[in-house]
């Protein structure tokens, strides 16, 4: 019931939102119930998550009272239970760290005004061509009493807002070119120049935005029923789907595809399982055996990195973004996988020289305060969190896997741990596990439920999900450190 | 620049000598330390592994210990400890969890002696035994602390910290067989080297990583700790319970700490980030640091006393690349610089004042404020024990008293709440606000407004009343308002009164101008002003112009300003605006305008008295040849803004910004216009004047200040049940699980106003009880009560 009155509220007030943006889409088939008087909105399909069946999905009402009170949160703090929030709630001890983070980021005290904090959550999804946190967002922008104007595009804002566009850019694809010069021309731009603090809160909302995307991307997070593409207008015997739901390719038809193969190759996953967990035992042994050259571990490090950029799905077609969301930035050509083919280099970045927990921390907290708390805080609920269970295993220690995802996130980036040897994350990480993560946090807008089911097919929904949540925050604390590092060096 | 320092040491007799000075190293430092004879230092970092020997002028390379083609990443130093007891003995914490030992004896170029590779992540800190030869501490990322015995291959013990990161690990000097321990979750733990299973004791010193650790030299159980929380802490651990018994407030995060030899309650500290500083602190003294080195320009990332027993000689390595010799001597002393005096006003005109004692002493014989009416009403004397600081130990305060009567502020509080600053034509703002200072008595003030009215709008506005009043008195004393001439004014600033008596006959208008404008200006025919230092002749001139110049005001001008309307104030804004709007479209050229004027030229020239001394019929007849621009008086009125604010008048001065608005704004620089702001906005403040003060908060153009009312908008509302704060929502409490307030009307939950009958209780939506009251007289819930609603 909270969350049907929730959808309703939410739907009156996005009414005039949708007519604004003019989903070319949806407007068609709008007319079709004209004749009652009324137009009902129905939900499109298959629940909070395209990707994970809606009765593997926690159902609202049979939550435990732990949930119960995020759910109660989220939805006083949002004024919706969103999908993103359905997702995670996977996780409950991350969800409510991830809520109070965004809350705090969105609605409390800090140097930039409400409605740009919610533009420049809506510029740094839309540079991953994120829709459903787009549409979330210019709701809200408009709520808090954002200018409609801005909405054509990032050229009808503020030139403060523009010149952040570059920032916005280079964190999303390629972070490690931030320089000092950037964060100079952001704080000396005479009128329209940002103060440092505004500028750490922009940082902070770009990242979470940027490594939002790639949850929802990663997760297949459906539209909100209020939002372009989350409901229809249609009786329900014309179809299922909407056009808008087709933008990533994951049409019934791929669907149905995945699974006819993921039958038949049940058997082969279960031994996936089993060859993961002999490996880490294995390494966990034989660690302390065999000891690589340092040349060895400096070049594993190398060819890991370089590596990261070649693997990419073979689907890889061109998507433009097909919705109006690319009104929100411009040069839509730059992206992340430019530079694999351009063969660039990354330099290095040596996490002993420059760390979150000592440089990154202090940074953030000093000039923006308590933000650097909480993310801290969700840094280590995401990095430590663990049921101790892979798949149909129990009490497995799986601090090792996690290690290795995390530290691949970050090679990709030209992160490199000195302590860690990057020879295990070719033993643990497969092929496809690969090209699911490189995806996500890459070119989140290219993943698609048959990346999503090939991988560990084995494993539980919700540790996919835990996955995701690995990803996301490990991305978000690399793109944080390049900038924060770049803050600091323009500061001494 | 510097020359010699001798200092003699306790412990071997021979002789330290140096100066501040500095050397370049190839890359940034990580960690130094420095070898038992205090002649040799030892520099590491990700690619620097080096030593040097200080000598008298200058550091000199003496080895490179980073050897070999490819230098592997077991050199890359996260921490480097030289043994105080073997001076060819040193250990190296790399970056990968190598823990390597050097042997300076060993004759081959490549001096590494043994690698431990137990850790499986970066090892944070090595560190040796203060007395036993061959036994060294490693603790590391990975949570584990681990004793090496020098004489084999592996470890002796491993010590599991249970929890995140070592940060740190030092050897009790004192006690042999302890050594404390830091961690990345903000606790310290003693351990007993025999016994590995378990931690003596275990205690949370900080919020956050605690990255540093050092035990007193001389005191056995001081252990000073310092945080990512800004935080250094002293521990006394002698007791049973570790207790915190000195708290340093520093400004960033700390790095590292280190005891000053000889010097018992003194430590330096250093940052992990942005401070570039390294600080000596007196633990006693935790707000100043005792000493302060400015040399690095990047952050110092190793410190280290040159010698156990000298305290004036502290060597630093910086990420700058940079190795600093600093002399105590040399240190700025932030103590030096610092204020010792503080001056504050009361919210009356009382006034506090501290100093030094020794300040006050010899000039107590003196009266303390000469000549005035005001006295010291008591003159305390304090003097605090525990302060070490002979000099600075003691000091008094005085506080002065304004005489009872004399300093009342009134007149403040009623301007304050009747002056009416937007939301009307501009000549009716001047006019109310002339008549509410009229009516508190203050003339001059009143004055000011109906000039500032003539300057900027049209004359045919001006009424009767206040145009002769503006003109003088010498001739028109029969109208009565001009008793109002015979000043009673107060200055607003000191609270001080004074009387202004005057003969009638010696007035002319630029004078009586002159008198109402400023009240301390020393004038030679006032015998009563008194005491007035204020330099504020060049008014006479300024003011005998601008008294000419005021009806020079041509047609085009008066065309220019419209009655501006200021934004409409809505009852509850749910939000008020962000976004600075700025006034409404100005100077809109308005045709009916032009016979008016035309018409007013008429008015004033038919008001004007009769008489001799008086030009003003000519005045008004010039008045349609002159063509003085817009923006003519503003230099006027600014320099009039700015005589107020320094009269201690900030009302005046920001009333006037705002009533004037874009008029003036531009030709006052942004700061002091802040500046006068705040002020204003303080004073009301601290008279409770919270609603007059954010209309000012909200008027004013200023970025600054508009944003002071956007922050700390949070309101926090307690259960009406349980009587517990509603943390995150304002409407549901998350303790009883029940919604806080129904409406008595429409039985839904009210989310934003509630009101209430004080009489029953019951209440609801604004709108709903406003209209339901309308119709009805008895409470809508139902109780019967007769509720009342105003």
């Known amino acids: 019931m909270r969350l049907a009155t929730a959808a309703n509220e939410a739907y009156t007030a996005s009414l005039a939102v949708s007519e604004l943006l003019g989903c070319k889409q949806c407007g068609g088939s709008r007319g079709q119930d004209e004749e009652l008087g009324i137009r009902i909105p129905r939900p499109l399909g298959q629940g909070p998550s395209r990707f994970i069946p809606e009765k593997e999905i926690l159902q609202v009402g049979s939550e435990d009272a732990q949930m119960h009170t995020l759910f109660a949160d989220s939805f006083a703090a949002l004024g919706r239970l969103d999908n993103i929030t359905l997702v995670m709630v996977f996780h409950p001890q991350y969800l409510e760290s991830f809520l109070k983070t965004q809350h705090y980021l969105l609605q409390m005290d800090g140097p930039l005004p409400l409605h740009y904090r919610h533009y420049i959550g809506i510029m740094a999804a839309a540079r991953h061509q994120c829709s459903y946190l787009v549409n979330l967002h210019v709701n809200d922008f408009l709520h808090v009493g954002g200018d409609p104007k801005w909405l054509n595009g990032l050229e009808n804002a503020p030139q403060k807002l523009q010149n952040l566009g570059e920032l916005n850019k280079v964190l999303a694809h390629r972070p490690w070119l931030i320089t000092k010069e950037h964060i100079e021309g952001l704080l000396k731009a005479e009128e329209h120049s940002w103060s440092l603090a505004e500028l750490v809160h922009a940082v902070v909302l770009l990242t979470h935005y940027h490594s939002l995307a790639s949850f929802t991307f990663g997760c297949g997070i459906s539209p909100e029923i209020h939002c372009d593409g989350g409901h229809t207008f249609r009786p329900p015997s014309v179809s299922n789907y909407c056009i808008c739901d087709i933008t990533n390719g994951n049409h019934s038809v791929d669907e149905m595809q995945v699974n006819s193969a993921g039958n038949v190759s049940v058997s082969d996953s279960f031994f996936e399982v089993e060859a993961l967990m002999e490996k880490m035992k294995q390494l966990q042994e034989c660690r302390e055996e065999e000891e690589a050259s340092q040349e060895e571990m400096a070049s594993r490090f190398e060819i890991e990195k370089r590596e990261s950029m070649f693997v990419f799905s073979s689907d890889d077609d061109e998507v433009t973004p097909a919705r109006d969301v690319s009104r929100h930035f411009e040069d839509t050509s730059y992206g992340y996988k430019d530079f694999s083919r351009h063969g660039m280099h990354v330099p290095t970045f040596r996490v002993q020289d420059y760390c979150w927990e000592d440089h990154g921390y202090s940074l953030v907290n000093r000039l923006y305060p308590d933000v650097g708390q909480l993310i801290d805080e969700k840094f280590h609920i995401a990095y430590n969190l663990t049921y101790n269970t892979m798949a149909m295993h129990k009490d497995v220690d799986t601090s090792m896997l996690r290690r290795a995802i995390w530290n691949y996130i970050h090679c990709m980036f030209g992160i490199r741990y000195d302590d860690y040897d990057y020879g295990e994350i070719n033993q643990l990480l497969d092929r496809s596990f690969k090209v699911y993560i490189k995806t996500v946090v890459c070119t989140p807008e290219k993943v698609t439920k048959r990346m999503y089911d090939s991988f560990w097919r084995q494993f539980k929904h919700s540790e996919k999900v835990h996955v995701n949540l690995l990803l996301i925050e490990a991305r978000m604390q690399a793109e944080l450190l390049y900038a924060l590092r770049a803050i600091t060096r323009y500061m001494t | ?517 400023a009240t301390l200006i020393t004038n030679e025919d006032n015998e009563e002003t008194e005491g007035s230092d204020v330099p504020t002749d060049y008014l006479l001139g300024d003011v005998e112009g601008e008294d000419d110049e005021l009806y020079l005001l041509d047609p085009e001008h008066a065309h220019s300003e419209e009655p501006e309307y200021v934004l409409p104030q809505e009852a509850f804004p749910l939000r008020h605006e962000i976004v600075d709007t700025p006034p409404g479209p100005e100077h809109l050229q308005d045709k009916a305008d032009s016979p008016h004027v035309s018409g007013s030229e008429a008015d004033a020239a038919s008001l004007v008295p009769v008489d001799s001394s008086f030009s003003l019929i000519s005045v008004s007849h010039a008045l349609c040849d002159s063509r003085l621009p817009p923006d003519f008086f503003s230099a006027l009125v600014c320099d009039m803004l700015r005589f107020y604010a320094e009269q201690g008048d900030v009302q005046m001065a920001v009333s006037v910004l705002i009533v004037l608005g874009e008029r003036v704004r531009k030709d006052i620089d942004e700061q002091t216009q802040e500046h006068w702001y705040t002020s204003y906005i303080d004073l009301l403040q601290r008279f409770c004047l919270w609603n007059v003060s954010n209309q000012v908060v909200k008027l004013s153009t200023s970025r600054a200040i508009s944003c002071l009312n956007q922050a700390s908008t949070t309101l926090h509302v307690n259960c009406s049940h349980c009587k517990r704060p509603m943390s995150s929502r304002g409407w549901v409490c998350d303790r009883c699980r029940r919604c806080a307030s129904m409406c008595a009307v429409c039985h839904h939950v009210v989310k934003g106003l509630f009101v209430w009958c004080q009489g029953c209780s019951h209440g609801g939506h604004l709108q709903h009880i406003m209209k339901w009251l309308e119709g009805s007289s008895h409470c809508p819930a139902g109780c019967g009560h007769l509720c009342e609603y105003s």
């Not at chain 2, 490549?110 to 499986?120: A, C, G, P, V, Y």
Request: aromatic residues 8%; hydrophobic residues 35%.
């Open chain 2, 1 to 517: 620049m510097e020359k010699m320092s001798r200092v003699t040491t306790a412990l071997s007799g021979s002789v330290l000598t140096g100066r501040t000075m500095h050397c370049h190293l190839d890359a940034p430092a990580n960690a130094i330390s420095v070898c038992r004879d205090a002649a040799q230092v030892v520099v590491a970092g990700r690619s620097i592994f080096k030593i040097y020997a200080i000598e008298e002028e200058q550091f000199v390379e003496k080895l490179n210990l980073r050897v070999g083609r490819k230098p592997s990443l077991n050199l890359s130093c996260a921490d480097v400890v030289w043994h105080q007891m073997d001076e060819n003995l040193l250990a190296t914490a790399a970056t990968n969890g190598v823990v390597v030992t050097w042997n300076l004896g060993r004759p081959s170029r490549n001096k590494q002696d043994q690698l431990f590779t137990e850790h499986k992540r970066t090892v944070n800190k090595v560190c040796f035994h203060p007395t036993e030869a061959h036994v060294l501490l490693s603790g590391s990322q990975d949570g584990f602390m681990k004793c090496f015995d020098l004489r084999r291959k592996d470890s002796v013990s491993t010590f599991s910290g249970q929890s995140e990161s070592v940060r740190d690990v030092q050897f009790s000097i004192r006690d042999y067989f302890t050594f404390a321990s830091t961690f990345e979750n903000g606790n310290v733990q003693l351990w007993d080297i025999r016994r590995p299973d378990r931690c003596e004791r275990m205690f949370t010193a900080h919020n956050g990583p605690v990255f540093c650790c050092d035990w007193h030299p001389e005191d056995r159980g001081w252990l000073a700790t310092g945080g990512r929380d800004k935080m250094v802490k002293v521990w006394d651990m002698a007791t049973h319970r570790a207790k915190e018994v000195h708290c340093v407030q520093t400004i960033a995060s700390v790095a590292r700490v280190k005891w000053r030899p000889e010097c018992r309650h003194h430590l330096a500290t250093c940052s992990m980030m942005v401070d570039h500083n390294v600080y000596v602190w007196d633990v006693r003294r935790p707000f100043v640091p005792a000493a302060m080195f400015e040399e690095h320009r990047d952050v110092t990332t190793g410190i280290a006393w040159r010698h156990p027993h000298d305290p004036s000689f502290l060597l630093s390595g910086s990420k700058d690349s940079t190795l600093c010799q600093h002399l105590f001597r040399d240190a700025s002393q932030p103590v030096e610089r610092a204020n010792p005096e503080g001056l504050c006003y009361g919210l009356f005109g009382d006034l506090a004042f501290a100093a030094k004692e020794s300040l006050v002493a010899t000039e107590s014989g003196r009266k303390p404020y000469a000549g005035d009416r005001r006295h010291p009403i008591f003159f305390k004397r304090k003097l605090d024990p525990a302060e070490p600081f002979a000099g600075l130990a003691s000091s008094a305060l005085n506080v002065f008293e304004i005489e009872p009567g004399s300093g009342s502020m009134s007149w403040f509080v009623d301007t304050a709440e009747r002056y009416a600053l937007a939301g009307r034509p501009l000549a009716e703002l001047c006019d109310h606000n002339a008549k509410v200072a009229r009516e508190l008595g203050r003339n001059q003030v009143a004055q000011t407004w109906i000039m500032l009215r003539i300057i900027y709008c049209s004359p045919g506005l001006v009424p009767t009343t206040n145009l002769n009043h503006s003109v003088g008195k010498g001739s028109s004393c029969g109208l009565p308002l001009m008793n109002s001439f015979n000043l009673k004014d107060m200055a607003p600033g000191l609270g001080s009164e004074t009387r202004l008596d005057r003969s009638k006959g010696d007035t002319r208008s630029d004078t009586v101008l002159l008198d109402s404008s």
